[in-house]
């Protein structure tokens, strides 16, 4: 259920539920478990076929990434995310949007295909132009060491083709301001709106972009989970406000449920991963990454080789077309010839009679 600035009402839904991000982009925890261990098995599958295929036995000393570990990894390069918007001062929406496409690359691809690093780094690329705040690609890789455009570049249509070409995000920070600004309004309770209060809520939301919160839950939840967990008894008012009270006593337990869920994951999932975790993790990464992808192995040749036969086929087969058709003297091909014989004759008019 989410929240309107207007008492809920069974006749209505809310604009969001239009977006791609509600229909496409929304799973139940045990959906996103799912999803994850898939890619994860699918991906295991694969390597160890290449590495078996390029030395028989090789993979059998491999320990690879679970979909667990693969996660940590992702979670510590959305902080990276968070250290670069300082750095390049980037406003909350370009922070809050490259998080997004980070978490959603990684349900439809796995680390070991593509590492976090530069993807991240496109994620945030992508983002600042999404939103409408665009940097040079020279000035962004400049500031940021050991990075060319190249990094950027050979990884950007890839990412947009995993996000499905959806860029708009909607995000709960913004539902948090509407949120806020009307606990300024509620009545008797002028007096005790601290400014701390939605700064307190805002580093809640952010929490939150460590979790899947914002895969399972509508940003109008995750924001007021947050302002619950700052101000519950301004919460609670505005909630009461908000919720019409003849819906209050079937709504307001499921609610409560739902807000407490949020609330419990923001606190337990909402930090940073341990470093010595994750420093473990991408270590063995370098010894299970797909070795298609790793420039200069027999594998990745291979598969470029391969890329490039099928491709010059296609080229061939389009010359060889094009080539027929200025032989039989039509070079716009057979079916515009036959769409032209069943044209009508204007010039056959009844002069004859």
């Known amino acids: 259920m989410s929240l309107d600035s207007k008492p809920i009402s069974s006749d209505k839904k809310p604009l969001y539920e239009a977006s791609t991000q509600f229909i496409n982009w929304r799973y139940s925890v045990e ?21 078996e295929s390029d030395e028989p036995g090789s993979s059998s000393n491999v320990l690879f990434l679970n979909s667990v570990e693969e996660q940590l990894l992702v979670k510590l390069y959305i902080t990276k995310i968070t250290q670069l918007c300082a750095l ?5 929406e370009v922070e809050a949007t490259a998080v997004t496409y980070l978490k959603r690359f990684y349900l439809k691809n796995t680390v070991m295909d593509w590492h976090p690093k530069n993807v991240m780094l ?7 132009k999404t939103t409408n705040n665009p940097i040079s690609l020279e000035t962004y890789t400049t500031h940021i060491p050991k990075t060319v455009a ?17 860029f ?26 601290s400014p701390d209060i939605y700064d307190s809520a805002l580093k809640h939301v952010r929490a939150s972009r460590l979790t899947d919160a914002e895969l399972i ?10 302002m619950a967990l700052a101000a519950p008894e301004l919460a609670s008012a505005w909630s009461h406000l908000k919720i019409a009270p003849k819906d209050s006593e079937l709504l307001f337990p499921s609610f409560q449920d739902l807000t407490d869920a949020i609330k419990a994951l923001i606190i337990s999932d909402g930090q940073p991963p341990n470093i010595e975790s994750v420093r473990e993790v991408d270590r063995r ?25 099928k491709a010059e086929g296609r080229r061939n087969k389009k010359a060889a077309i094009s080539q027929q058709a200025m032989t039989d003297g039509d070079p716009f091909g057979n079916d515009l010839s036959k769409a032209q014989s069943a044209l009508v004759d204007y010039d056959d008019d009844d002069d004859d009679d």
């Open 150 to 166: 190249s990094d950027i570049l050979d990884l950007e249509f890839l990412v947009a083709q995993s996000l499905g070409f959806e």
């Open 31 to 51: 959906q996103l478990a799912r999803i994850r261990a898939s890619l994860n098995e699918a991906a295991v599958s694969a390597i160890r076929h290449t590495f």
């Open 88 to 92: 390049f001062r980037f406003p909350e």
């Open 122 to 128: 496109t994620a945030l690329f992508l983002a600042t």
């Open 168 to 193: 708009a995000v909607w995000h709960a920070h913004r539902a948090l301001w509407g949120i806020w600004l009307d606990i300024q309004n509620l009545p008797d309770n002028s007096s005790s709106v």
């Open 217 to 226: 839950y509508t940003p109008s939840q995750i924001a007021f989970a947050a």
């Open 285 to 309: 990464l370098r010894l299970c990454k797909n070795p298609e992808k790793v420039p200069g192995t027999k594998a990745y040749l291979a598969k470029k080789a391969e890329e490039e036969k």
